[in-house]
């Protein structure tokens, strides 16, 4: 066991450097990115060439089963050329995750005939599902599909009459994407619609929602035992549209640093020279690094706990839940503070830190990015009521 995950390090902190040094071509393609409003085919070529897309992805299949701070990190240094990438890929990437929690056709039906095939998703309940034999009649209209226009399946949110919340995975053939995505922000995620007018998804392709929270029960545990996949689904899943905003608040505080830096030509009674400058860095620098010692210490728990063949306690799970869903408001004031001060270029069209400015404000739109609920689920769970969010 020690050897395996010694390896697994190695491949980890190999992936992580190559992303680094492919950081100014990611960089460069920025405004690329923005203006197709959809990630350059380029980036998602070469993030999958390094293997980026199999890092969570069970080795039966050709992928990593690497740690998830590990990949998280790696979604952080993509995040701090363009947040729109790191966004897009990063969720595409985390579906190999989900899929191997399913039965294992519906694995062989996406990977049979590639490892590489790639997967998009939009969970919010909008199907309308019918209950046929051996399956579903299934069909709506969903939003926020990132990264669609490279994937060939898509993974949607339904409620199954009588019994609850289940994701129903679709290949491309049964749906359309319509182009809907224009957004203040994020313009590079391709977050387009996707619409189905009719299809049918056998049972074998569908995830409970109750599996992934009881964890125990998904039908993928069965072939990929690796101890990752007894990590619950959302606890993996709620991070990807929450971290790449730490990476943005990294390129926000080096382009603030860089602007102070510049304007203040040496004078020392002005930006690099004031005293409130030097807080405002300092409160960024401790902020961003709050987020991610935060997010360290929950996964390395969460991972000692399943390597250890333990269950995860509930309360933790909830305080998780909630963590994540405070790292966009965080991201907001770190940017806030900074782009608030950091000079009249900054406000014309095409300034980066206003860029980044922008896709944080975005990201707090994602259902997943709002605390309100999960505050108040994790006060009262510990105050002895009933867990109520069966999605942590």
């Not at 971290?243 to 102070?260: D, H, N, R, S």
Request: with cysteine.
């Amino acid at each position: 066991m020690a050897a395996n995950d010694a390896k697994k390090k190695e491949i980890a902190a190999k992936m992580l450097q190559s992303i680094i040094e492919m950081q100014p071509k990611i960089r460069e393609r920025a405004a690329q990115t923005k203006a197709d409003r959809k990630v350059v085919q380029a980036t998602v070529d070469e993030l999958q060439e390094i293997g980026f897309f199999l890092a969570l992805q069970p080795e039966r299949w050709g992928g990593y089963e690497l740690d998830p701070q590990d990949f998280f990190k790696m979604s952080i240094a993509i995040s701090e050329a363009c947040m729109s990438s790191a966004w897009a890929c990063g969720i595409i990437a985390v579906h190999a995750f989900q899929l191997a929690l399913m039965p294992d056709q519906a694995q062989k039906d996406v990977w049979g005939e590639s490892i590489h095939t790639r997967v998009s998703s939009s969970y919010a309940p909008m199907g309308k599902v019918e209950v046929v034999e051996g399956g579903f009649n299934f069909s709506g209209r969903w939003g926020w599909s990132s990264g669609s226009d490279h994937c060939t399946w898509v993974l949607l949110g339904g409620i199954i009459p009588g019994e609850g919340y289940r994701t129903f995975l679709v290949p491309k053939g049964d749906y359309v994407i319509e182009d809907t995505w224009n957004a203040m922000g994020l313009q590079g995620t391709g977050s387009n619609d996707i619409v189905i007018e009719g299809c049918f998804v056998p049972e074998h392709r569908t995830h409970k929602q109750m599996d992934g929270f009881l964890v125990n029960t998904n039908p993928g545990l069965a072939e990929n035992t690796a101890p990752l996949y007894r990590v619950p689904w959302a606890q993996i899943f709620i991070r990807t549209v929450c971290t790449p905003a730490i990476g943005a608040c990294k390129a926000a505080l080096e382009l603030y640093k860089q602007a102070v830096t510049g304007s203040a030509s040496g004078d020392p009674t002005k930006l690099a020279g004031d005293i409130a400058t030097h807080e405002r860095v300092a409160k960024a620098v401790n902020a961003i690094d709050e987020l991610e010692v935060v997010m360290q210490r929950n996964y390395e728990h969460i991972m000692a706990c399943v390597n250890a063949g333990e269950e995860i306690p509930l309360n933790d799970r909830v305080k998780y839940r909630y963590q994540a869903s405070l790292v966009i408001e965080k991201s907001i004031n770190i940017i806030d503070s900074l782009f608030e001060v950091a000079g009249g270029r900054s406000v014309f069209i095409g300034s980066e830190i206003q860029q980044r400015f922008l896709d944080v404000h975005t990201a707090r739109a994602h259902v997943a990015n709002n605390p309100v609920g999960f505050a108040r689920n994790l006060g009262a769970v510990n105050l002895g009521m009933d867990n109520q969010d069966f999605f942590l």
